[in-house]
């Protein structure tokens, strides 16, 4: 068997994003924030919502506030949005493709795993139950634990110290540019997952793949992820 990628290249966690790599949950996300617009006759397009996708729970509501004139507080919002997002979250969702497999096997070659998610924790903890995922993970930390969403660095480097690992041996698995840009400048290495919403866009990312399983092949053959440099 080839040599694992953890004991190769001196890796020592890998954090995940959550919405969008571990479940296709955009799709529910989306449909969660359109219903709520709809009742107040507005209409969000799918290159609006893309520009949204990686953003924390309060800019997100933030830009849609601005953009279609709400009345009412973001937070408003927000707990009218997790109203109608739970239910769908425990009816539809599915881990995806390989998400369970990657997990088995980063945890069995002896990896540290965390989650870092800009949804809120009720959110996180309804996907990851949904998922089968809920005690799979060393840390999981949410967009409302944190000041500064991604992509500023905040989450991933308060994921990295619960986990009691350097940046510069951590790798992050995010589909997001925005997460990306949060895990680059936390000094970690990026591996980018693409996805409908950013099949036309330059990743910025060490290692881009077209899903978990790719990645997860990745794993299992071994590969080249050293320590990354710190960032300047």
Not at 4 to 27: K, N, W, Y
Not at 93 to 105: F, K
Not at 162 to 187: F, I
Not at 200 to 214: F, K, N, P, R, Y
Request: aromatic content about 6%.
């Amino acid at each position: 068997m080839a040599a694992r990628l953890g004991q190769r290249a001196g890796l020592q966690a890998v954090i995940f994003d959550m919405d969008g790599v571990l479940s296709d949950t955009e799709p529910l996300h989306e449909a969660a924030i359109g219903l709520l617009l709809s009742r107040r006759g507005a209409f969000l397009s799918p290159e609006e919502y893309a520009g949204l996708v990686g953003l924390d729970n309060e800019r997100a509501w933030e830009w849609l506030a601005d953009r279609f004139n709400l009345p009412r507080a973001t937070e408003a919002y927000l707990t009218e949005w997790q109203t109608i997002l739970l239910p769908l979250i425990g009816e539809q969702v599915q881990p995806s493709p390989g998400a369970i497999e990657l997990v088995t096997l980063l945890r069995d070659q002896g990896l540290r795993l965390g989650v870092a998610s800009s949804s809120r924790r009720v959110v996180v903890e309804a996907t990851l139950a949904a998922i089968g995922l809920s005690a799979a993970f060393q840390t999981i930390v949410s967009g409302d634990e944190v000041r500064d969403g991604k992509p500023d660095p905040e989450i991933y480097r308060l994921a990295a110290s619960r986990l009691a690992v350097d940046p510069c041996h951590c790798a992050v698995v995010e589909d997001s540019p925005h997460g990306m840009l949060a895990a680059q400048a936390a000094g970690m290495w990026v591996i980018g997952l693409r996805t409908r919403y950013t099949a036309g866009l330059q990743l910025q990312a060490d290692l881009v793949v077209g899903s978990l399983e790719d990645l997860l092949a990745v794993f299992e053959i071994g590969g080249g992820l050293g320590p990354r440099s710190s960032p300047t």
